[in-house]
């Protein structure tokens, strides 16, 4: 069965440094997503992306952070200076854009950032 | 008005119990409800999920039953398994649209022997 994959699973980095995580989505979506979930707390969108443009973020979501789909299978999120409240697992996630259930949204399992 | 309220916060039920997870939504534009489940150090996946036009979705154990008019949804697991001890997020979009998920805050759901 077809899943997303994120690397690495786990980061570790200074504050200030800048860091990029890594998303391969399903290969035959077209809409892609990042969540972070700040421990112990809510899944919190970040940013969706489609047609090789953002369509929607969020507040969190500010000039720190960009998202790029730099060839035909990576999606991925780069943080320019991270902060120690940047700490968090961060999800990738995409879905179809037609069929049945094209509202889906599959999750990968996550790459875990922390900020020292 | 984004938001999505979830009870209870934790749920501790036997095998074989009724586990129910309750959600409440202000947006009334959200059309599509999904249920995700999330096991520890894994990502959430879709359990089930209801659009607004139905009042109730039965897949297997996991039902959603859905209130319109109240702007709360429920899911109920019936026959409550050990392999059921997750943390549950309810969830609401307006799908045609980016579809971004606005998350309940999570019921961490423990299912005993």
């Known amino acids: 069965e077809p899943e997303v994959t994120q690397t690495p699973s786990h980061q570790v980095t200074q504050m200030g440094q800048e860091v990029i995580l890594r998303c391969v989505p399903i290969s035959n979506h077209l809409y892609f997503y990042w969540y972070r979930q700040i421990l112990g707390q809510k899944v919190e969108f970040l940013v969706s992306f489609y047609n090789n443009e953002i369509s929607e973020k969020s507040e969190i979501f500010d000039d720190q952070f960009s998202v790029e789909r730099p060839d035909g299978s990576n999606f991925t999120l780069k943080i320019r200076s991270t902060k120690l409240e940047d700490s968090a697992m961060y999800f990738c996630?995409?879905?179809?854009?037609?069929?049945?259930?094209?509202?889906?949204?599959?999750f990968g399992p996550g790459t875990r950032l922390t900020v020292l | 008005q984004q938001q999505v309220k979830q009870s209870p916060q934790s749920l501790i039920v036997q095998k074989g119990g009724i586990s129910i997870i309750n959600c409440a939504y202000e947006?009334?534009?959200?059309?599509?409800f999904p249920w995700y489940q999330q096991f520890p150090g894994k990502g959430p996946a879709l359990l089930i999920a209801?659009?607004?036009?139905?009042s109730e979705k039965k897949e297997g154990r996991f039902t959603i039953s859905f209130n319109k008019s109240a702007k709360q949804f429920s899911l109920h697991i019936m026959d409550s398994q050990p392999g059921d001890s997750a943390t549950y997020f309810c969830a609401a979009t307006l799908t045609g649209t980016a579809s971004k998920l606005t998350f309940g805050t999570g019921t961490r759901l423990q299912v005993t022997l």
């Open positions: 996630a995409s879905r179809h854009t037609s069929g049945r259930d094209y509202n889906e949204q599959f």
């Open positions: 947006n009334t534009a959200f059309d599509y």
């Open positions: 209801i659009r607004p036009d139905v």
